[in-house]
């Protein structure tokens, strides 16, 4: 049984045209087709503007395929949301976590009461039974009771980053996207959530799709890799095999851009240096 | 910003003292002061009946008498006790800006969180309506609502809520849309809460400050427009005491008695001045909490 | 030659909670023209907060404290016009979030184009001209399309991307660059900051470059910055970034990287939890989570000491440099 299958997803976007009237039509994604297996973890890489952020959109739900379609747990999510309680369904099967710690919870709202309304949302559980979840919930990403009083200003990066975890595990969903999720965090606190990932998929085999520009994160965290440019799927494959022998010119490049000691943009990007434009 | 001066107060620890230093740290020394103004108005105005005598008693044998134990401020050119007359004018000249700005108010945020979250054809048909309704002015507007039901605070307050919903809701509907595309917003979408509650328990709270704002500088306006409608002689109609309807005392003028324009007048400017410090303060202070 | 930034004893309050609390305490440094410096840090760390206070673009309420002197002008002591002309022309600013730092009521275009067409009273359609060059330059293919755009509308690398095109603009002599290429892929990372480097040779622009990638951090600058709990706790030559530093924070960090060639089972991690500014008591703040720290660490807080090109501020800094600190990658670190 399969945690997402995608079939030929498209997006198009309409755009404003040169004369102020004139729309025309801007292809973002482009026929990608992927799955994921229960408890799998696939990645995705690819160029800026290159539709990540897109698909991972339209997973969850917040922008519709414009062709293709989407099964999460077998289940067809391709169609607009007809009742609550699909509504509900759909939230407990596939979560999402965003790149940015600062804008990823509600300002006024305390970490214990943003998971508590997700509990309430989606299980029968009753107040003390709420609590003690909210403490494990709280407990398995790292935080504790104190932060749970807390209002995310007065949390690090990296305990809001955990908390919006903590959020998307409340109703125990099959798979998380998680979308540059690690990109703001400094590299021993992006450690420990990328430890947390591991440990938590291993525990309950959760499945995630993982976004991220970071290829050393993307061999850390994930089994399988899609690599994307212009809206198309270039490359996939075991990412063992993708970041070891990269087949596709593309992923090369991404490859060799990767800053290393004795690093030279130039070399990289190809350009001569100082033939800027003026 | 006096940093010792709360300490006395936060020292005392009950919960109620504490609640108060927390007001005192949000709205400074000033704003407490305007605090306390308006409740001491507001207070005059609830309990008019117990302390104020009947306003409209005339006392013929003191006209336009200066101050005295009997009539601490004074009285008119008939008699009548001009404290008292301010304390229950000031029933009506505060009750009328509720009116208007709780009318305007429950009527703007919902239209403001229907065109903002929905967007598209929905909210370019709501902003347009505002628009429009934008083009007619508030007193006209009043003006025609008393020509055809006649004189009060009913129609005149109905008429303001009517001219003053679109600002707030053009205010709130920015504020939605700016709050809309953030991922939190996202993120309860798809725990799959619904778009009503989202707004009711995200987008609304979120914009509250500025929504605040708003209300509180739209609410002096409404009590100045208020008094003016019952300077026309649309609103409240004399012998019923207004701060308006005293104002528009041209006797007292002609008289050369003018204290009993000028105590309402002062207490519009001060009622008017001490809801803006409050609301700007309060609204700005949010500003700072939700960053 | 005289620095073109010159940082001295900085420290800043901030309003949390009902009282001020310490985020900066003390940072020091100097920049010359054509200098680059990497920031890198525990986030909370105040990176962020660093670059915002030297052009005083400090939350409302705050306090600050020492001095910042800007091309030989204090900018503690500038009048309002001043600070404007600095932030419009001289020291430009890419905001770590360009969501929340571009308008998204505006387009594109008009976020570009005003500042040109305002403070350089340029055409309009020159200005156009030029935004759409600089776009071009960092990478966004169509720029004439994206200028029509709204900010939604653009994914989160093009968005950054459109900041630092609004900074290139201003041909400024200084760039506070904060985490300008966390939402890019790394190529276009590599086109990103070969532009940078570019306008660097040309026009000797100076840039304090704050990122969490320490591999980017070496290989772009002069010299590596390391804040942690509000305090610079390492300043070292780039070259020795990655090799050979001092201060045990950093030993740490580059340990906690996740490697390229292989998968780890488990990421080294700092023990403990990172500590708030204002959390700081009398000793070094990282005592708490360091392995190496003495009696001496808890008790008494260390002064910034210089070892050649360095400056460091830790106790054991000349006992660890004698002894050449562990070579990173191998485990003298416990856990
Ligand atoms: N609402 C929208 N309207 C028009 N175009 C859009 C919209 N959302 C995204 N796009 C376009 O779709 C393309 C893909 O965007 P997307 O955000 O998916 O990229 P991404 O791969 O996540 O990039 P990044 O790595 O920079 O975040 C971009 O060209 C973007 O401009
Ligand atoms: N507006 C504010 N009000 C109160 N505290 C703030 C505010 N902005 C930042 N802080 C606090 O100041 C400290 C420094 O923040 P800063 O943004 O400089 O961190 P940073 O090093 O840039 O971190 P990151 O890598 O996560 O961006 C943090 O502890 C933060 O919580
Ligand atoms: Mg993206
Ligand atoms: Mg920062």
Redesign the interface.
Known sequence: MSAVVAESLCKT?R??G?AGRVHHE?VAVDDVSFTVARGASLGI?????SG??TIA?ML???ERASSGTIAVADRDRSTPVRS?GE??????E???V???P????????SVGACLE??LR??TQLDRAGRRSRILELLDSVGLDERHASSLP??L???QRQRA?IA?ALA?EPIVIVLD?AV??????????V??LL?ELRARTGVAYVFIS?????I??VTDEALVLRRGRVVERGPTETV?DAPAHEYTQ??LA???????D??A??G?A??E??R | MSATAISPVAAVPTVRRRRVARLHARIGTAGMVAVAFLAVVALAAILAPLIAPNPNAEDLLNITAGPSLGHPLGTDELGRNLLSRLIWGARTSLLGPLIVIGAATGVAVPVAAVAGWRGGAVDLAISRLLDLMFAFPGLLLAILVVALYGTGLVPCSIALAISYMPWIARVARSGIVRERHKPYIAAAEVQGVSGFAICVRHLIPNISSIIWSQVTISFGYALVDLAALSFLGLNIQPPTSDWGVMVNNENALLDGHPVEVLYPCLLIVLCVTAVTYVGNRLASEEERRAR | MSALLEVDQLAVQLPIGQRLRPVLHDVSFTLARGEVLAVVGESGSGKSMTARAIVRLLPPGAASSGRVTFDGTDVGSATRAQLRELRARRVGMIFQDPRAAINPIHRIGDFLTEALVRDRRMRKAEAHERAVAVLGEVGIDDPGRRLRQHPHELSGGMLQRVMIASVLLAEPDLILADEPTTALDVTTQAEVVAVLGDLRRERAMAMVFITHDLELAAAISDRVAVMYAGYLVETLPAAQALERPIHPYTEALLRSRPELSRRMAAIPQIPGRPLAAHEATGGCPFQPRCSYAIERCAAERPEPVRLGGESVMCHRAQERRAAGSAPVGEGTLVR
């Open positions: 976007f755009v404003r040169e801007f890489v690819g160029e800026s503007g990540k952020t959109r969850s739900g917040l609550s509504r509900r369904r759909r939230g407990r596939l979560q999402i965003f790149q940015d600062y804008t990823s919870l509600d300002p006024r709202q309304e997700v949302l989606h200003r007065a690090s990066g990296g919006a959020r109703a540059e990109s703001a965090l400094d590299v021993s606190v992006q450690a420990q990328l430890n591991g520009h970071n290829l050393a994160v061999r850390q970041l490049r991404l851009s990767v800053p290393v000691p004795g690093w943009p130039h990289v990007c350009r240096p100082a800027r434009a």
